[in-house]
């Protein structure tokens, strides 16, 4: 088995690995660069608790060989907080009551945040189809729906 | 995930020859989407996977007045979606990549990728050696068969999973077929095969064939199309049923026309009698209701899959009326 | 001050009664006034919502130690078999396996009773057959595929009612019904009963099994130090998984640490200890290296329990003026391979005021994964087929379905005979009636002009979720007036931290973030039962009021002594003590607390006794109004109104998080959510997450919630019941009854997919 070298950036940093072809993206995330906070609950890209934004779009970082995102950008919950302060979609998150057991919270930031760096105005429709590959067990999704339609408000002020 | 090579091909013929040489051992990564869950699902083992993302050529839109659409095959879903003329000119082939799989999906997995994805029967996905992974039986044919096909099935019974690949035979597309020999153009209705022509695949491509490009035909200005997908959730279904439809009308009446199905057959279902009968009909409800009767004539559904039947009419007298509706 | 007894407690946990010795507050404290409350009752944002944003909560997912080896487990593929012959030899020399268990070199540990933890007579598909720790998960999962095992493979039964004929194949030796009989429940005489009734309704109804499918996998992380065992566990129970785990290993409770701090979910399929759990313990012995296992989603929808499907044949019958006079049900489920509860009667037995009923109930044994207590067991099942009932009865007897429900109101629990702490069922009824619209419903259902038609349906609830102790809360006063509760309850996702932070700031008057939570941890914490039966709230948060009530005292007397005047010259506000009067002096407990010492700042709090004679009840009622596509089938739920009594309310954030989440789940079990078994293999179809359709974000409604209640004082110092399952028990029903209202045929199985309304419109 040849081993093979990736080199891509993870929340503006750089990483340079040498890792087996049958990686996933997700593997190199939380094994090899310790970022935990992307999740696994499916393996198949059914559920997008393991969805980051790569190249400014959101993907499932399970069905991704670690290979293919060769020379990306790619954001990952951890990226979100800057300098200590959390990105204002957390914020809502966390004061809208949008997380509960918060396992699959990491996905649903991801994607409403590539949602909003495209669209920086949706609508409740806009919102509900770009984190309908994002399965919560606990929720109810309203209150996600809100912290979204509330982090969009305060980005338009 | 069990080990394999990753090659890494940097034109057409490279790639074409890794495939070609090692028949069902290498396999062909374009958005990996469908080829990880095979791969992990054990339907799959390849020895290697040779990635088509470096190949030049295949990531483009282009469009002209003459020819038309010509997607690479590399497009992403979302991409070709979003496309200024996708969403001017083809509504039928832009609602039905919006209705494919989820925003994560879409981003990830390619138009080609998504004409040659495997199918979705959870025998054939499952623990089970059935026919078409080369085991002696159909497990759905007496078994738990409410979402496989009603037409065109045996000895398996699989439906074709692809929304696009509907809306594209209305649109009388047709694909670019590149290997090491050359290149061939095929269109899209002769793509896709039955089990009873080949059981182990869905489509024509021989081993080191490499799907390219997608070609859609200028539609003129009088066209409207539609995709209406039936699935049983709100969002990340494959459809239990689809309808297509592109049209071109003058006044009341319907001048040319192709419906297309869905979640009823091994591969995305057209009847040729429906088509004929849509050219020259006027637009009325009770026409529509008629020619909708006579969809799936030929029919032999399962034993937990005939209301598959009345789902696919009423969803192509919707989408007619919808259609004419302005 | 701190006074105590120890008493027999009793209280409903999940699918029966707990009875335990527990000591309990004798304290008494004043009933809290909702207007004067500052914190309780108040809109809180989770306290660990931080962490859950940020990412850096560490699920047991998430747990990394240093060497730690990963395990996959074998199982078998048949849905009944014999071991016949086990090879590990070719799977032993991959390098990177570092060993394997299988019933060949594994102490042979009794589990289900008649089982073992591994037994090489098979039982369902997902039984485990070997386990392997490595390097990594892919090393351990190739060496999975080269463990050869020889299977003798049996007849087998997936079918709860095939299982219960002569010639079916059995399970074990003494048959396929569990305990032989069924379970029987009577009151009255239903044969008098039914002479009575003017009208009678008998109807079957059938629910599918469903799947918990948590985001988070079941996992456990075990670590040894020499003879000590760490266990992280993705669990509802650390102190389950304490006491299991050291039985089964034969250490001493206080050898094995059991821990768990954020888990992504479980709602009923993580109350016991895993297999899997003990497997990774014994294996991390042998090989001296903690081990990781992680299950993924198929394992997750063969292996780690099911709410068991259930067959109902319910009978009914009700006078001309609405009087219910019998209510018979006889039904059966089935309970997968091993012992668990399939019963669903208590709805029927609970509900509605009737003098006779019957229910004789069956469990069953098939060849399939064990049921585990899910969301409300048996409630959701059996309120489906009892609400459909009642409305097919009031239909027969022409009466509006809310007011026979409301003809047939009961204030007494008819099983036990005792009046309830507290009902306000009617108030509920009236307040979600107005609502939802009651009163345009279309009449007669199916009178809506199509093709989307309309409906509305109804469901009442009841569920016990009082709790009661033993529970017991430690609170530390830090020096600087900060405090830390630690409590052997768990947050699962429910917003325990948060709502247990609460009631301390609350009573001692300091600010949230003065308070910090430690759950889920049995080396540190006093014991509290697992967090399940919608039980955590009512049980742990008195025994929280109780410790920071007694630290209240204990400040009280602190600043006493050191002001040198008695304590009823004393007022505690706002975290301050003052003196009465002129010439006030005063202490701030960061003051108090330096001049004590932590030494005498630590109080324990415990649950107090639930008042004898009363049946400790939740009640509510959800409207459904749905919109069914008489073309396609499709069924699209547009709003629910569910309006309950629960007792106080403790954050109305968490409360609404719980309520919709619950109602969600029951959305997904009314229309998408079924496990599928292929009929000709016994395999199980249904092992992702696109075949079992959870309900996503497009099929939410629009839901609108109202609590009638306030605190029950009669219950406990904070006046809670839970509302995890009440939130979920009523949803199906009311859908349900909201399609017959819509279309005018009635769909008796769920779930209500497109098919089953297509096939009941045409005929």
């Not at chain 2, 070609?215 to 279904?237: C, L, M, N, Q």
């Amino acid at each position: 088995m040849k081993k093979i070298n990736i080199r891509f950036k993870v929340n503006g940093r750089q990483a340079d690995l040498n890792i087996a072809p049958n990686k996933r993206l997700l593997d190199v995330l939380r094994d090899d660069l310790g970022l935990t906070g992307t999740k696994e609950g499916c393996d198949i890209g059914e559920c997008g608790a393991c969805t980051v934004v790569l190249n400014g779009r959101a993907v499932h970082s399970c069905l991704i060989l670690a290979a293919q995102a060769n020379g990306a950008e790619i954001i990952t919950v951890e990226g979100l907080t800057q300098n200590g302060e959390l990105h204002p979609l957390q914020k809502n998150f966390l004061e809208h009551g949008a997380v509960q057991c918060g396992f699959c919270i990491p996905g649903m930031l991801l994607s409403s945040y590539a949602l909003l760096k495209e669209n920086p105005h949706p609508r409740e429709d806009d919102i509900k189809e770009a984190i309908a590959g994002n399965l919560c067990r606990c929720t109810g999704y309203k209150q996600i729906i809100q912290a979204v339609e509330a982090a969009a408000n305060e980005n338009n002020e | 995930m069990r080990y394999f090579d990753y090659i890494q091909p940097e034109n057409i013929k490279q790639a074409s020859e890794s495939a070609g040489r090692d028949w069902r051992k290498a396999l062909l990564y374009a958005g990996g989407t469908d080829l990880l869950g095979l791969i992990k699902n054990e339907v799959e083992s390849p020895a290697a996977l040779i990635n088509l993302k470096a190949i030049p050529g295949l990531n483009g839109i282009e469009y002209s007045e003459r020819e038309g659409l010509t997607i690479g095959a590399l497009v992403k879903l979302s991409q070709l979606s979003a496309h200024e003329v996708v969403r001017e000119k083809y509504s039928v082939l832009e609602q039905a990549l919006k209705e494919t799989a989820s925003p994560q999906l879409r981003n990830m997995g390619t138009i080609g990728g998504n004409l040659c994805q495997r199918p979705r029967c959870w025998y054939f996905r499952g623990d089970f050696h059935c026919l078409r992974k080369g085991g002696d039986i159909c497990y759905a044919v007496d078994g738990e068969n409410k979402y496989h096909c009603v037409i065109g099935g045996g000895p398996c019974f699989i439906v074709h999973p692809s929304d696009p690949a509907v809306a594209l035979l209305t649109l009388d597309a047709g694909v670019t077929i590149a290997s090491a020999k050359g290149t061939k153009r095929v269109a899209l209705k002769d793509f896709f095969v039955l089990p009873e022509d080949d059981i182990y695949r869905e489509n024509i491509l021989q081993p080191g064939e490499i799907v390219t490009h997608i070609h859609v035909p200028p539609v003129s200005e009088k066209t409207v199309s539609g995709y209406i997908k039936f699935r049983e959730r709100g969002a990340w279904d494959f459809a239990v049923v689809s309808v297509a439809a592109t049209l071109r009308i003058n006044g009341d009446t319907i001048i040319d026309g192709k419906a297309a199905f869905g979640g009823v057959a091994p591969k995305p279902w057209q009847e040729e009698k429906i088509n004929q009968k849509l050219k020259g009909l006027s637009v009325k409800p009770g026409n529509f209701e008629s020619l909708s009767a006579e969809v799936l004539k030929e029919a032999e559904p399962l034993n937990q899959n005939a209301f598959k039947l009345p789902l696919v009419r009423n969803l192509l007298k919707r989408l007619l009326v919808q259609l004419t509706a302005s | 001050m701190a006074d105590s007894k120890i008493i027999k407690s009793k209280y409903f946990f999940e699918e029966d009664f707990t009875e335990e010795l527990a000591e309990v507050s004798a304290n008494k404290y004043a009933d809290w006034n909702k207007k004067e409350l500052k914190v309780v009752g108040k809109p809180v944002s989770r306290v660990d919502g931080y962490d859950k944003v940020s990412g850096s909560a560490v699920f047991t997912f998430d747990v990394i130690l240093p060497n730690m080896a990963h395990a996959k487990t074998l199982r078998c593929p048949h849905p009944h078999a014999k071991i016949k012959r086990i090879n590990t030899k070719k799977a032993e020399k991959i390098p990177g396996v570092l060993g394997i268990l299988t019933y060949e070199n594994a102490p042979k540990i009794s589990w289900y009773g008649k089982s073992f933890l591994f037994d090489p007579h098979l039982r369902y598909e997902g039984d485990e057959v070997a386990f392997v720790a490595a390097e990594n998960e892919r090393i351990a999962e190739q060496a999975l595929k080269l463990i050869e095992v020889d299977y003798e493979i049996l007849p087998f039964v997936t079918d709860a009612a095939e299982a219960m004929k002569k010639d079916a194949p059995k399970l074990y030796d003494d048959g396929n019904i569990r305990g032989g009989k069924p379970s029987v429940y009577e009151r009255g005489d239903i044969d008098k009963g039914f002479e009575e009734a003017s009208a009678v309704a008998e109807q079957t109804y059938k629910t599918q099994v469903e799947i918990h499918n948590p985001t988070e996998p079941h996992c456990s992380v075990v670590n040894w130090d020499g003879d000590y065992l760490t266990i992280w566990d993705s669990t509802q129970g650390v102190f389950s998984v304490r006491d299991r785990v050291a039985d089964v290993l034969k250490l001493p409770a206080s050898r094995v640490r059991v821990i768990k701090k954020y888990m992504g979910g479980a709602f009923g399929a993580k109350l016991e200890a895993g297999k899997y759990t003990v497997m990774a313990a014994l294996l991390a012995r042998k090989i001296g290296r903690p081990v990781r296992i992680a299950l993924d989603r198929r394992e997750m929808n063969l292996s780690v329990g099911n709410r068991p499907d259930s067959v109902q044949k319910l009978k009914g019958g009700a006078t001309k003026d609405g009087r219910l006079t019998a209510l018979y049900q006889y039904s059966y489920g089935a309970a997968g391979a091993h012992p668990a509860g399939a019963g669903c009667s208590w709805a029927l037995r609970t509900m509605y005021l009737c003098p006779n009923v019957k229910t004789e109930e069956y469990t069953v044994y098939i060849n399939a994964g064990r049921a585990r207590p899910f969301r409300a067991p048996g409630h959701v099942q059996g309120f489906f087929a009892l609400e459909a009932l009642i409305d097919e009865l009031a239909e027969k007897i022409g009466m509006d379905p809310l007011e026979f429900r409301i003809k047939n109101h009961t204030d007494r629990d008819q099983v036990f005979d005792a009046p309830y702490t507290s009902k306000l069922l009617l108030d509920a009824y009236r307040v979600a009636a107005e609502a939802i619209g009651w009163k345009n419903r279309p009449q007669p259902a199916g009178s809506d002009a199509g093709p989307l038609k309309r409906g509305i349906g109804m469901s009442s609830q009841i569920w016990w979720g009082g709790g009661g102790p033993p529970a017991y809360a430690t609170l530390k006063l830090n020096r600087d007036g900060s405090v830390r509760i630690i409590a052997g309850s768990q947050d699962i996702g429910t917003g325990t931290y948060t709502i247990l932070a609460q009631v301390a700031s609350e009573v001692l008057e300091i600010p949230m973030e003065k308070v910090e939570v430690l759950l889920g941890d049995t080396a540190v914490a006093p014991y509290c039962g697992s967090s399940g039966g919608s039980t955590t709230a009512p049980s742990v948060s008195p025994a929280v009021r109780d410790a920071a009530e007694q630290m209240k005292a204990k400040l009280l007397s602190g600043a006493a002594a050191h002001l040198n005047v008695s304590e009823s010259q004393l007022v505690y506000r706002n975290g301050v003590i003052h003196t009465k009067g002129k010439n006030k002096k005063s202490m701030t407990i960061r003051e108090i607390a330096r001049k004590m010492g932590e030494r005498v700042l630590v109080t324990t709090g415990k649950r107090e006794a639930n008042p004898d004679g009363y049946a400790i009840n939740s009640f509510g009622v959800q409207f459904a109004e749905v919109e069914v596509d008489t073309e396609t089938g499709k069924v699209s739920v547009k709003k629910i109104v569910a309006a309950y009594d629960i007792g106080r309310v403790l954050n109305p954030k968490t409360l609404e998080n719980q309520i919709h989440g619950g109602i969600i789940q029951g959305l997904g079990f009314a229309l998408f959510e079924e496990r599928i078994i292929d009929r000709n293999t016994g395999k199980v179809l249904t092992t992702n997450l696109h075949d079992y359709k959870l309900p996503t974000v497009k099929d939410t409604p629009q839901i609108d919630i109202r609590i009638v209640s306030k605190g029950d004082s009669k219950i406990s110092n904070t006046g809670v019941k839970g509302v995890g399952e009440p939130a979920m028990i009523p949803t199906p029903a009311a859908i349900g009854n909201a399609v017959y209202n819509a279309i005018g045929k009635r769909i008796k199985s769920l779930p209500i997919t497109p098919d089953k309304v297509l096939t009941a419109l045409q005929s």
